[in-house]
């Protein structure tokens, strides 16, 4: 099975702009997370979409939203771009709510690295 | 929220050691993985390991929960095994991984 696929792996925009990252999750799993990381922060939580609902939001802006399509697809955005936006967005899949699924474990992707300036 | 301790923060070894990984967590949990961060940044799943003890090779992981830490056994390391290990947990079936600062480990020929 192809793993969790996101796009574009780098990205540079300036302050003020808007940027949409898209996470493609590993076949039949509907359950998908992000997460950013930043040098200070580490690794925060932003949301998790199963079946194209959003389940569970981490405590971040509202500039920060996402969406999950039908096809278990999943894009976040991240509106009025700030430097402090910087950082490595990574997206998981996990095969949880499925019949039969034995674990919660999540799968991440390669990430994407935003750069804003 | 809960709290994700990780220790230690930094190790140094030579290739063929063998090194131990602590994950501490305040409250019980759901799921537990551990996570070695590449150098390109992704996260590579290591062990779902809420409770119990599992081998992958030359790494094992254990995980009492009544005492709320689990352990990230790594034997005769080799330079391949730098990088940066995480412990994530997710307490409450929120679907979100509350994650530790992360163990950097560092493996000299």
């Known amino acids: 099975k192809a793993g969790v696929t996101q796009t574009p792996r780098y990205l540079i925009k300036t302050r003020g702009q808007q940027v949409t990252l898209s996470c493609s999750p590993i076949?039949?799993?509907?359950?998908v997370s992000w997460y950013q990381q930043t040098p200070g922060q580490g690794l925060q939580f932003l949301f998790e979409?199963?079946?194209?609902?959003?389940?569970n939001k981490g405590n971040f802006p509202g500039r920060f939203s996402g969406r999950q399509f039908s096809n278990s697809r999943s894009e976040m955005n991240v509106s009025t771009l700030e430097l402090g936006d910087s950082a490595l967005y990574l997206c998981a899949s996990s095969p949880r709510g499925l019949a039969g699924a034995a674990t919660d474990t999540q799968y991440f992707g390669p990430g994407t690295r935003l750069t804003v300036l | 929220g809960i709290q994700v301790e990780q220790s230690p923060p930094d190790l140094i070894l030579q290739e063929g050691a063998n090194s131990t990984l602590r994950c501490n967590f305040s409250d019980s949990v759901n799921n537990l993985q551990w996570f070695h961060q590449n150098p390109w940044g992704q996260l590579i799943n290591l062990f779902y390991i809420p409770s119990g003890t599992k081998q992958n090779g030359r790494l094992s992981a254990t995980t009492v929960a009544t005492e709320r830490y689990s352990l990230l056994y790594i034997s005769s390391s080799q330079t391949t095994d730098s990088g940066v290990y995480f412990c994530?947990?997710?307490?409450?079936?929120?679907?979100?991984?509350?994650f530790g600062k992360g163990t950097s480990l560092l493996v000299t020929p």
């Open positions: 994530a947990v997710d307490s409450d079936s929120g679907y979100a991984l509350n």
């Open positions: 979409y199963f079946s194209e609902t959003q389940r």
């Open positions: 076949s039949g799993h509907r359950s």
